[in-house]
């Protein structure tokens, strides 16, 4: 019969662990196996051996990559009806889609927080700690960088971060592509912007801010 093995969260691998993907990947067998792995796309940072081994096995025609896009309006729509037994109002979708950008994880979070009855309710810990946990990872100016844009909203203008920003205009530029390349922040190009990526993550961000800092910025 044909074996099937699974493997969860491949941008965490260790390198054995990739080794052992991309040999049974590559491997010429006639046995009936089949690897399926799964992994988050946003957390392959530029230089990761997973980012590598992916682009490579890319070029083999037994490997069909399948990618799982966020949550539409109205299929999320459908996943809050069946959730809560009852069609969300307009009021409801919009925040809904503002703060989860179509995340199922983070929409289930919502509702069990009630933050999308009440827009002033705080985010729960397990919530707030899964959003910080990357940006913990961050240096020191990426994290102060990433408060002030926070203060300043989902969207803020470079002109705007170097005004408030003590960082010197060629570190901070660095410091802003670090928080782009760890998708942190994205560039808006329409209006030459940094938004964050999505509105959740601009919540905790500011929710974590000391009264002191969040004075101070303001």
């Not at 707030?128 to 969207?155: C, Q």
Request: glycine fraction near 4%; proline fraction near 6%.
């Amino acid at each position: 019969r044909p074996v099937v093995l699974v493997i969860e969260d491949l941008h965490w691998a260790d390198p054995s662990t990739v080794d052992l993907v991309d040999y049974l990947a590559r491997a010429q067998t006639t046995e009936k196996a089949l690897l399926v792995c799964t992994y988050r796309s946003n957390d392959l940072l530029p230089g990761d051996p997973v980012r590598g081994m992916l682009a490579e096995l890319e070029r083999a025609r037994r490997i069909h990559r399948v990618e799982l896009a966020r949550f539409t309006t109205d299929e999320l729509t459908a996943f809050l009806t069946v959730t809560t037994g009852e069609p969300p109002s307009s009021e409801t979708i919009d925040r809904c889609v503002e703060l989860s950008d179509g995340n199922a994880f983070f929409i289930e979070e919502l509702l069990a927080a009630g933050l999308l009855v009440d827009p002033a309710a705080a985010l729960p810990p397990s919530l707030r700690d899964v959003v910080l946990a990357r940006v913990e990872l961050l240096g020191d100016d990426e994290r102060d960088v990433l408060r002030a844009a926070a203060v300043a909203g989902r969207r803020v203008s470079h002109r705007l971060l170097a005004a408030v920003s003590e960082l010197p205009g060629r570190l901070l530029s660095s410091t802003l592509r670090e928080c782009v390349a760890q998708h942190m922040l994205e560039v808006d190009p329409a209006d030459d912007t940094y938004v964050f990526r999505h509105a959740l993550l601009r919540e905790a961000v500011y929710q974590d801010l000391l009264p002191g800092e969040r004075v101070g910025l303001h």
